[in-house]
């Protein structure tokens, strides 16, 4: 609630400074003129359209993501010999920007399609997922591992019932910070490489000077990176038997 009270306090202000002629309005429309334009494109139906497009892209690139970047973090962190041949890798890999990879996705994948988008998704939430996993896993309190070698648990035991969950609040910070990783790859992605998106629908607008639209755009991938933070930190108060604490 106190996060809608600011919205709608910025948006207050936003609209004061617009009415008084404090801010050019062709190169920041009012919010009145925003709402119009959200108005005409949900109508119309084109803003779902490029926005089914954008989360199918950060939802991919997610899964692919995670689906790689748990093993082999945890894979790293329990087995010594594995540690010291991948971690090198993904130290030098790491630092190349999602972006740069833009022009071999092109290559690889061509335009046409999700293949190009969905790759530099997937290379933006592999790297935080298996760095967080990882240290996870690193982190996990030793008098945990003795209990449960005390209690008869073997090497499966230990790796599913002690390691998994003990770095799950880990995995699930990797997971947030993955998911704002996908969204500002898959806009860039898709306004240098797609004929779909919110990206592309951005950059059409631009070049067409059409500024509420532009920010219609910006505006819904805000929204819609909320809302799916929003659900993963539901599930992590569901599951993790260590959530993050929550404020009063």
């Known amino acids: 609630m106190k996060g809608l009270v600011s919205v709608i306090l910025i948006a207050a202000a936003w609209q004061a400074a617009s009415l008084l002629g404090w801010l050019n309005p062709y190169l920041l429309p009012p919010p009145t003129k925003v709402l119009y334009a959200f108005k005409d494109a949900a109508q119309g139906g084109i803003l779902f359209i490029y926005l089914a497009a954008s989360l199918r892209r950060v939802l991919t690139g997610l899964a692919l993501g995670f689906a790689a970047a748990v093993p082999l973090g945890v894979l790293a962190a329990s087995r010594a010999g594995v540690r010291a041949y991948l971690l090198p890798v993904i130290e030098l890999l ?16 061509g335009i046409k399609g999700n293949g190009a988008s969905n790759f530099i998704t997937f290379i933006a939430a592999f790297f935080p997922l298996f ?12 008098i945990h591992l003795n209990a449960a070698r005390t209690l008869g648990a073997d090497r499966k035991m230990l790796l599913f019932d002690v390691a998994i969950p003990s770095a799950l609040p880990f995995i699930v910070t990797g997971l947030r910070i993955s998911l704002g990783f996908a969204w500002m790859s898959v806009i860039a992605a898709e306004l240098i490489a797609s004929t779909s998106g919110l990206g592309y629908m951005i950059e059409m607008n631009r070049s067409m000077m059409n500024i509420p639209n532009v920010m219609c755009g910006m505006i819904t991938i805000g929204a819609t990176g909320y809302l799916m933070n929003e659900a993963i930190v539901r599930v992590e108060r569901r599951f993790s038997w260590k959530p993050g604490r929550q404020d009063k």
């Open 94 to 109: 790491r630092p190349v920007p999602p972006i740069a990879w833009i022009p071999l996705a092109i290559l690889w994948f």
């Open 131 to 142: 760095l967080h996993t990882f240290s996870g896993v690193r982190h996990i309190e030793e």
